[in-house]
């Protein structure tokens, strides 16, 4: 295959920059295709792949099993709409069943689409019930989408400027504070929603204990309790679901990012009592349930759920933790290495400008949150050498900003 020129890359750019939305800031590099965790622009330039698309390319690019359900899926129908059954549908929802503690599964295309089905179902559980239990608790640094309904639980002010007025009935609490929680958690309250690891807030794991106590009040305060997996979830920490590591069952699960290895796939997982709520006619989705992307979310979730797999994630997520260790002990700038599995963290004491752009001259995509947060998110399936060469390449980038 032969390589972009320069030139139709450049007025490929301008052409972008002009006709897409300015709500975002991309690299100016278009990308054409990958392997594993390479990734190669339209120039043929290599990029080690620390991002994975934030969380969602999990088992890297143009995996074996990706393609083969892909295939397996051209000259059969794309759509059937929820009028009918789908074989990949019904495929997936009934593994998501065996591997979690949830009895139904609705399907959807992102996460914020998962976190309003979310929402709307603790409303209407609690409605059915005639409590009078409406209010949704949720933590400060939180992310779950953009949709009026994900940014109002979003408890972030830069997410809410200009569009208010928000949706009525969120309440805000320090994450990692169950007394703050306790103290706000009442009568009113249809569920307490958070993420077991805030992904967006800056890879923040909340204190051992937390989620098995938050969830024990919930039951206490009969309130339901939500957990945003969106990011977490599939294997990412190493576990099927982050919830996992602490042993905590949420009566909803909202999943998306790396379920479906980069087709749009969101679901919103519940337990049977209160799946009930939602019968014919309280919520849907034209798209949900799309036969290719369920047949790719099957083959992703076989993936991630065979013998050994997240061992190698566990593993690889420890080889990343012992250089973020490192990188705090020889660059003062870097304050803190977290995160779990194959979500990383590692928090700066102050912006490293330009960290972004050069680490991807030194042939590495990278992550930056809030100009504090270094996010490392591969593919799962990255190799040894490919985190090495991607480590290598950010510790690089690192000591150019340092060097000025
Ligand atoms: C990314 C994210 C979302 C939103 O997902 P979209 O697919 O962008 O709508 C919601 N919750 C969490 C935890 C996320 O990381």
């Known amino acids: 295959m032969s390589a972009g020129s320069v030139s139709d890359s450049q007025s490929l750019l301008d052409r972008g920059r002009k006709a897409l939305m300015a709500n975002y800031r991309p ?37 074996p099993r990706l393609r083969e359900a892909l295939q397996e899926r051209i000259g059969k129908v794309l759509h059937t709409s929820n009028l009918y059954y789908n074989e990949p549908a019904i495929r997936l929802a009934g593994r998501l069943v065996e591997l979690t503690s949830a009895d139904r599964v609705f399907f959807c295309q992102s996460g914020a689409e998962a976190i309003e089905a979310a929402l709307k179902l603790a409303r209407r559980y609690q409605h059915d019930q005639g409590n009078g239990r409406s209010g949704f608790v949720t933590a400060l640094q939180s992310f779950h989408g953009r949709t009026f309904g994900a ?8 997410y809410h400027q200009g569009f208010e007025p928000l949706v009525p009935g969120f309440r805000y609490v320090p994450y990692g504070d169950l007394e703050a929680l306790g103290q706000t958690v009442d009568e009113t309250t249809a569920a307490v929603m958070l993420e077991p690891i805030q992904g967006e807030g800056g890879v923040l794991v909340p204190p051992p204990g937390y989620l098995q106590a938050v969830r024990e009040l919930c039951d206490q305060r009969g309130a339901l309790l939500i957990l945003d997996e969106v990011q977490t979830g599939i294997g990412r920490t190493g576990r099927f679901l982050a ?12 999943l998306a990012k790396g379920m ?12 049977e009592q209160v799946a009930q709520a939602l019968v014919p006619g309280t919520h849907a989705s034209t798209f949900g349930g799309n036969p290719v992307c369920c047949a790719l979310g099957l083959a992703v979730v076989e993936t991630v759920t065979a013998p050994g797999f997240m061992d ?15 990188w705090c002990e020889r660059f003062p700038v870097c304050v803190e290495g977290r995160g779990r599995g194959l979500l ?61």
């Open 27 to 63: 690299a100016p590099i278009v990308l054409e295709r990958g392997e594993g965790a390479v990734v190669h622009d339209r120039e043929g330039r290599r990029y080690l792949d620390m991002v994975a698309g934030v969380a969602v390319s999990s088992l890297g690019h143009n995996h």
């Open 151 to 158: 940014i109002t639980a979003t408890g972030q002010e830069k």
């Open 243 to 254: 919830a996992e590591h602490e042993g905590v069952v949420a009566d909803i699960t909202t």
């Open 260 to 271: 479906a290895g980069g087709l749009p796939l969101g679901a919103m997982l519940a337990r």
């Open 312 to 326: 190698r994630v566990v593993e690889q997520g420890e080889r990343i933790a012992v250089r973020l260790q490192r």
């Open 344 to 404: 990383r963290g590692v928090e700066l004491s102050a912006e490293l400008p330009g960290f972004v752009d050069r680490a991807r001259e030194q042939g590495v995509l990278s992550n930056v949150i809030g100009g504090r947060v270094i996010r490392l998110a591969p593919p799962l399936t990255i190799t040894e050498a490919e985190l090495d060469e991607g480590l290598d390449g950010l510790e690089r980038a690192i000591e150019a900003c340092l060097a000025g």
